[in-house]
């Protein structure tokens, strides 16, 4: 009997390390490629029509601005990697108060893992370099009381406290190594990434070529911002070429961090797009550019290269955006950057396909459905199995 008890221990043992290994093993990216999925929009496909879209694309990285629960539902089983978002104007009272920031992550996360992937929380959107001081000043407070939430949910090493940038936070990016943040932001950027390296999270930047040429078109070769063949640029300093403006971008960021002390911090780009449609004064937002600069981009991500400056971290970058969202303000170009119109057709092809029908795309294979099925059900199974050997053990 000894032997039989001791044998269940160690069984008990390894169930549930495995379990626990289960719960915290997530990773915020897979691969290297990844969309946006806005919903500023009153015409735009339903969550679980999105979420057929997105597995027929085979597009297993997934950004929402927020915590709809409607999304989190309809994500739930479906094997995609969701970051949630927790929009600016709940910076603030995060960052004031602790007991709402664990409420939120206890209904917006914790009531929907593991079923739902959630592996991130992005704090905010652009907040430092934004006009609203208050808000920055927030930011830290907000990154800290959600992060800390985590933990005390024992969800810290499951989802990914994050944060994007605009380029607004730095100053002199051109050429690419010297860039450095911006002083009135430093104060704040820089304590966010000392926290950010505790917490293992990457610099999270919303980088677009397209709004660089919109700013420069007179000094900016259009064929460098859309991946086409182009003499680039030369860096004088590190003596590395760039035949993008996407990689020289970010890698103005790596020297931005570099110099502020964060040598070993990842890149990742979190926002980066094309406009296929624009005002009178938008001229280079056409859907010939959009489909060049995204099929480009596609094709750059699949090589699974990092950048002159960082050869050996392979770039990541989500796409901006899933639709075209009707209801987002500003110029016409802010409503047109989706790969996709609002019915689910293609707004251009890039070797998507448009959004199928129920019974058409539902159709998995007998090893996705497998798959899925082991991925969805291996948790309880396990715990059951646990919780009967507890019991064993006990009578």
């Known amino acids: ?27 915020a990216f897979t691969g290297t490629y990844g969309i946006n999925y806005g919903r500023l929009a009153n015409n735009i496909p339903s969550p679980n029509e999105v979420v057929r879209l997105l597995k ?76 609203d001081l208050d808000l920055q000043s927030a930011l830290y407070g907000a990154v800290k009381n959600i992060y800390n939430a985590t933990q005390k949910l024992q969800l810290d090493r499951v989802v990914q406290i994050t944060t994007a940038h605009s380029q607004a936070v730095f100053s002199n990016s051109y050429p ?28 999270c930047l919303n980088a677009y070529p397209f709004l660089a040429y919109m700013g420069s078109p007179d000094h900016i070769d259009i064929n460098y911002a859309l991946f086409n063949p182009t003499d680039g640029i030369y860096d004088e300093k590190t003596k590395l070429h760039y035949d993008n403006m996407l990689d020289a971008q970010i890698d ?22 094309w406009a296929s449609h624009g005002d009178a004064n938008e001229g280079v937002a056409t859907p010939e550019n959009a489909r060049t600069y995204n099929y480009n981009l596609r094709k750059r991500l699949s090589k699974r290269k990092g950048t002159p400056r960082r050869p050996k971290s392979m770039l990541k970058a989500y796409i901006f955006a899933l639709f075209n969202e ?15 119109k609002p019915d689910g057709t293609l707004a251009y092809d890039i070797g998507f396909p448009a959004l199928k ?38 009578s």
């Not at 009707?326 to 996709?340: H, P, Q, V």
């Not at 082991?374 to 199974?381: D, G, N, Q």
Request: include cysteine; proline fraction near 2%; aromatic fraction near 8%.
């Open 176 to 203: 690419p190594s010297s860039c450095v943040f911006k002083e009135d932001v430093f104060q704040h950027m820089k304590k966010l990434l000392e926290l950010f390296t505790q917490m293992g999270s990457p610099f």
């Open 56 to 131: 027929a694309a085979k597009i297993k990285n997934v950004r929402i601005y927020d915590a709809d629960h409607s999304v989190l539902d309809a994500f739930s089983g479906s094997g995609l990697d969701l970051v949630i978002g927790l929009n600016n104007g709940l910076v603030k009272d995060m960052s004031n108060n602790t007991d709402h920031a664990l409420t939120w992550v206890r209904e917006n996360v914790q009531a929907y893992v593991p079923n739902t992937h959630i592996v991130g929380i992005a704090i905010g959107n652009e907040v430092l370099g934004g006009a």
């Open 326 to 340: 009707n209801s987002k303000t500003g110029a016409t170009s802010e409503r047109n950057f989706g790969l996709y």
């Open 357 to 394: 029908s129920s019974s058409a795309s539902s159709r998995l294979s007998i090893k996705e459905l497998g798959l899925q099925s082991w991925h969805s059900l291996y948790i309880p199974v396990l715990t059951a199995c646990a919780s009967a050997l507890f019991l064993f053990l006990r």
């Open 252 to 273: 103005a960021t790596y020297a931005a961090l570099e110099d502020a002390g964060f040598n070993k911090m990842e890149v990742i780009v979190t926002e980066t797009g």
């Open 1 to 27: 009997m000894k032997i039989s008890q001791s044998f269940c221990r160690c069984v008990l043992l390894l169930l549930v390390l495995f379990i626990h290994k289960g719960n915290v093993a997530g990773k």
